[in-house]
């Protein structure tokens, strides 16, 4: 078990830039979540996964914001055309149904 | 959703037993209660979960109350490194989302 990995650690980029996260969850873990977590805040949920299926989405996650798993395996997180308030922790969790879930450490986006 | 509410800090001196409370008054039948922690800069740590009955595992005790309405998280002999932010969570079924509140921090002190 090498739990959820998450890359890059750290992202610093430019107002109006596209951005790109990658998720590796647990092996075997079927379900995969997406979060956001601003400064002293509690992380807020965005997206989940079931295998390959995006299952649900919250009204956070705005049309700039896209999440795929193609293989039900990795996920990628993309934001385009970043904006101020994009900045913060974007984690990754994934986990069994119905089992809890285990988190990586997290993106941390920086907007200049 | 269920939401819960947290005290926002505490303290607790090394060696003794902290117990965090939360309330979560509006919690449903089959909604569980789940506990994790986050330590600065970590993504949050699963610590312990339960539905009705009164959990422990290697890290911690878990009590909830017979209505469901509140439960207490207790780290029987807290460390320095048990120093983070906990966060009481109730787990909406079916999607098994989380929906985090701010939290509790929790400083244990020498």
């Known amino acids: 078990d090498t739990g959820v990995s998450q890359d890059p650690r750290h992202k610093i980029t430019k107002r109006g830039q596209n951005v790109t996260f990658r998720c590796d969850p647990i092996?075997?873990?079927?379900?995969l979540y997406w979060y956001r977590q601003t400064l002293g805040q509690g992380p807020e949920f965005l997206t989940y996964?079931?295998?390959?299926?995006?299952?649900?989405k919250s009204r956070l996650l705005s049309d700039r914001f896209s999440a795929e798993r193609p293989k039900g395996s990795f996920s990628t997180l993309e934001i385009q055309r970043t904006e101020q308030g994009d900045s913060a922790m974007y984690l990754c969790?994934?986990?069994?149904?119905?089992?809890?879930?285990?988190f990586g450490d997290g993106t941390r986006l920086s907007i200049l | 959703d269920a939401k819960t509410t947290q005290p926002p800090s505490m303290d607790c001196a090394e060696g003794r037993a902290a117990n965090l409370p939360c309330n979560h008054s509006?919690?449903?039948?089959?909604?569980?209660v789940y506990w994790y922690r986050q330590i600065h800069s970590q993504g949050p740590q699963y610590i312990i979960h339960g539905l009705k009955n009164n959990e422990t595992n290697e890290m911690a005790s878990l009590i909830i109350t017979e209505d469901r309405k509140s439960s207490t998280l207790i780290l029987p002999h807290a460390t320095l490194r048990d120093t983070a932010v906990y966060y009481c969570i109730v787990r909406v079924g079916g999607t098994d989302k989380l929906i985090f509140g701010t939290g509790t921090r929790l400083q244990v002190f020498p």
């Open positions: 509006t919690i449903s039948g089959n909604e569980y």
């Open positions: 996964f079931q295998n390959e299926a995006q299952l649900e």
């Open positions: 092996s075997e873990h079927n379900r």
């Open positions: 969790a994934s986990s069994k149904v119905g089992w809890p879930q285990h």
